[in-house]
T-cell receptor, first 114, second 113 residues
Framework: KAGVTQTPRYLIKTRGQQVTLSCSPISGHRSVSWYQQTPGQGLQFLFEYFSETQRNKGNFPGRFSGRQFSNSRSEMNVSTLELGDSALYLC?????????????FGPGTRLTVL | DQQVKQNSPSLSVQEGRISILNCDYTNSMFDYFLWYKKYPAEGPTFLISISSIKDKNEDGRFTVFLNKSAKHLSLHIVPSQPGDSAVYFCAASGSWTGNQFYFGTGTSLTVIP
C-alpha cells in the first residue's frame, strides 16, 4: 500500500502571499489531520477532516484553513503568509476518526516564507 | 500551553547500551500515549503505544513505561543501535480529543558506534 503523500515537498513564498498544500492519505483512510512542526514547538495540531467534515481544530488563526474531498484527499490553505508560518507541515491519515488511532504521517511540506 | 513535555532536547548513548527517553504530561485525562520516531526529511513513524490501563508495553527492543500518578512515561531501547539515531516524539490523546494528538517537542537520540 502506498503511504501518505504530500505535495509539494518544498515551497518558498513571500509575506502576504497565500499557499495551498496537498495531502493524499493511505488508500482506505478517511481521516486526515494536519500538523505544523517548528523548532522548539514540536508538532502542533491544526485540524482534522473526516468524511469531508472538519472534526477538530487546533489553536491557529483563521488564516489557516483546510478541506477534504470525497476521495479523502485534503488540502490546507494559508492566506496572508507571515514569516512565522515558516515550518514543516505534516499530514497524517488514519482509517477512522476518534481516539486511540495510530496516525500515519507523510514526509511533510517544508514552507519557507521570506 | 505545552501539555506534553520532553525536557531533554538531546541524548547520546553508546551502541549496545540502554537509551531512556522521558516524557511528562500535565493533563491527567490523557489515556493513550504513543512514541514516534522521525528521521530527517521524513515524516514521523509510529513506534509503540500504551493505553492508560497498562503500565508497560513491550515490542522487541522497545518498551514503554507509564506512571500515571507521576504523569510520566518513558521509552527504553535495549540494546541501542546506530540506526536508532533519530528524533523521538511522545504524543498523548484522550477520549475527548478525537484524532488530535498532543506532541512533545522531541528528543534527538544519537547512538554512537
Amino acid at each position: 500500500k502506498a503511504g501518505v503523500t504530500q505535495t509539494p515537498r518544498y515551497l518558498i513564498k513571500t509575506r502576504g502571499q497565500q499557499v495551498t498544500l496537498s495531502c493524499s492519505p493511505i488508500s482506505g483512510h478517511r481521516s486526515v489531520s494536519w500538523y505544523q512542526q517548528t523548532p522548539g514547538q514540536g508538532l502542533q495540531f491544526l485540524f482534522e477532516y473526516f468524511s469531508e467534515t472538519q472534526r477538530n481544530k487546533g489553536n491557529f488563526p483563521g488564516r489557516f484553513s483546510g478541506r477534504q474531498f470525497s476521495n479523502s484527499r485534503s488540502e490546507m490553505n494559508v492566506s496572508t503568509l507571515e514569516l512565522g508560518d515558516s515550518a514543516l507541515y505534516l499530514c497524517a491519515s488514519s482509517p477512522t476518526s476518534g481516539p486511540n488511532n495510530e496516525q500515519f504521517f507523510g514526509p511533510g511540506t517544508r514552507l519557507t516564507v521570506l | 500551553d505545552q501539555q506534553v513535555k520532553q525536557n531533554s532536547p538531546s541524548l547520546s548513548v553508546q551502541e549496545g547500551r540502554i537509551s531512556i527517553l522521558n516524557c511528562d504530561y500535565t493533563n491527567s485525562m490523557f489515556d493513550y500515549f504513543l512514541w514516534y520516531k522521525k528521521y530527517p526529511a521524513e515524516g514521523p513513524t509510529f513506534l509503540i503505544s500504551i493505553s492508560s490501563i497498562k503500565d508497560k508495553n513491550e515490542d522487541g527492543r522497545f518498551t514503554v513505561f507509564l506512571n500515571k500518578s507521576a504523569k510520566h512515561l518513558s521509552l527504553h531501547i535495549v540494546p541501542s543501535q546506530p540506526g536508532d539515531s533519530a528524533v523521538y516524539f511522545c504524543a498523548a490523546s484522550g477520549s475527548w480529543t478525537g484524532n488530535q494528538f498532543y506532541f512533545g517537542t522531541g528528543t534527538s537520540l544519537t547512538v554512537i558506534p
